[in-house]
């Protein structure tokens, strides 16, 4: 391989080096430098498998200057966030839409307008992760928004309770890719002991958007007619689709390195070039295992099956107290819609600390470890944090729930919910990046399948929330919540930190990264 080094001028373009890789197009009508670089191209991949030119391939997204890899991500990021404000960004506007669409207040649906939504990322993630994995990202995550986008809109013309739910489920579902892709997607661009501040960033978003939707809901509830909450967002989604046209690329790496046999195969005229990925399977089959695979990971993955419960119990506390919180100040409190939204302040900058504070802790304890291990990284290392900010979210709840129900001064139940929205972001950030580094390319698989679970607590909790604190209380209510966390949550992560490589390796499913 040594030649392939040296100059071009090595390497000959005699009419018999031409026949000899088979080149369909005329000679005439090709460069000297073109016909060199096809036979170099020839001479590499003569075992006609087809993959990055060394570690330092610039096609290789994680080659890609840090600029270009970090607009990607705050873009992909973007697209992650406008969906979970939608979900939750009608949640003041409700009495109005009930009362325009004729639906009894207080009851199961009323609830199901703002959390069917979420019931379509239980569904989503299981189309647009394995169509992921066939036609790469770009065109998943573009199209999907678009799906968003019209079906969003179209809930601001819905004339009856069956337009609302069925137009709200449609949108949940374009609006499910990035949830279950971006993580992918993070994972193309930056290696694992890069990947922890990207990461962050990325989880920040389906944190602080349920918060920040009602925050600006509110606002809209108390000024303005329930429609504009729909057409505001999709104005702003409008935007980001044209920023995703212009910055968007490409990074699936099994795309990329398809993409790049198709082209050599066209220009050497050599049909047996194939990317080191393709497995030569019809598209049909390849969608139907994509599409198991999240299901067969929920099924018969330890890994996956422990967070997934744990991420369906957080993401249905969190949409519970999307549901309820501007109760808690308006009914107990006596404020105003407007200024009662200003309070998911306390969800918001909970998820962004623990999200942001934790990543820079989780590089930081992921490097001492792999260094203290001999330079060897393991998805273990992404842990210890967890056992930290597991703990956080019994204790905010509690705090919410007791200050809440004795009416104490209003910035103790905020303290309480900045507390457990603090584990909320650390959990996300170290659960997410855990599974990214044990799956590897079926990572955004692994993600669907978690995604799709914790979708349907999300979808189910807000249901029984009037119940549960009907007759429990905000004390009792909470208190029930904190226990479960308690008992799912804590254990979890010493668990895995001790039996994870034993479990690893009994998998068929982990590819794990160095």
């Not at 330890?302 to 009914?331: H, K, R, S």
Request: net charge positive; charged share 15%.
């Amino acid at each position: 391989m040594s030649s392939l080094s040296s100059s071009s001028s090595q390497f000959a373009t005699s009419k018999s080096d031409i026949e000899k890789i088979g080149l369909r197009t005329s000679p005439s009508s090709l460069s000297s430098s073109t016909i060199q670089a096809t036979i170099r191209t020839t001479i590499e991949y003569e075992n006609n498998i087809v993959t990055w030119d060394g570690p330092n391939d610039p096609e290789n997204p994680r080659n890609w200057r840090n600029s270009k890899r970090w607009v990607v991500t705050v873009v992909v990021s973007l697209f992650t966030f406008i969906s979970p404000v939608a979900s939750s960004m009608i949640a003041p506007s409700l009495p109005q839409v009930s009362r325009d669409l004729h639906i009894q207040p207080g009851t199961v649906l009323e609830s199901m307008t703002l959390s069917i939504f979420v019931l379509a990322y239980a569904l989503g993630p299981l189309i647009w992760g394995p169509l992921s994995e066939l036609f790469g990202r770009l065109v998943v995550i573009q199209s999907s928004n678009l799906f968003f986008l019209v079906f969003n809109t179209a809930c601001a013309f819905a004339a009856t309770p069956a337009q609302m739910l069925a137009f709200r489920f449609l949108a949940g579902l374009g609006g499910a890719a990035p949830q279950s892709v971006g993580g992918g997607i993070v994972g193309d661009l930056w290696s694992p002991s890069e990947r922890g501040i990207a990461m962050s960033v990325y989880s920040l978003a389906p944190l602080v958007g349920p918060s920040t939707g009602p925050l600006v809901g509110g606002w809209v509830a108390q000024k303005s007619r329930w429609q504009w909450v729909f057409w505001s967002l999709s104005i702003a989604d409008g935007i980001l689709q044209v920023a995703g046209f212009i910055f968007m690329r490409e990074t699936y790496h099994p795309e990329l390195l398809k993409r790049k046999a198709r082209a050599l195969r066209k220009v050497s005229g050599n049909d047996k070039l194939r990317s080191i990925h393709e497995t030569g399977q019809r598209w049909t089959t390849v969608v139907t295992h994509g599409m198991v695979r999240p299901l067969k990971f929920l099924v018969v993955e330890p890994i996956v099956q422990v967070f997934a419960i744990y991420m369906a119990l957080l993401y249905g506390i969190l949409y519970l107290t999307m549901t309820t919180f501007v109760e808690v100040w308006t009914d107990q409190y006596g404020q105003k819609s407007g200024v009662a939204g200003i309070h998911y302040l306390a969800v918001a900058l909970g998820s962004t600390v623990g999200g942001q504070v934790g990543a820079r802790v989780l590089n930081t304890v992921y490097r001492k470890l792999k260094a203290k291990n001999g330079g060897i990284a393991t998805p273990e290392m992404r842990l210890p944090l967890l056992m930290v900010t597991a703990t956080t979210l019994p204790i905010g709840l509690l705090i919410f729930g007791w200050t809440s129900k004795r009416r104490d001064f209003w910035l103790l139940p905020d303290f309480g919910v900045f507390i457990f929205s603090i584990g909320i972001g650390g959990n996300w950030t170290c659960i997410q990046t855990y599974l990214v580094d044990n799956y590897a390319l079926h990572a955004a698989s692994a993600i669907s399948g978690v995604s799709s679970f914790r979708a349907l607590a999300g979808f189910g909790f807000p249901l029984f929330a009037s119940d549960l604190y009907g007759k429990l209380g905000d004390g009792w209510g909470n208190t029930v919540l904190a226990l479960l966390c308690l008992v799912i949550g804590c254990p979890a992560p010493f668990i895995f930190y001790r039996y994870g490589p034993a479990l690893r390796a009994r998998s068929k499913s982990t590819l794990v990264e160095q």
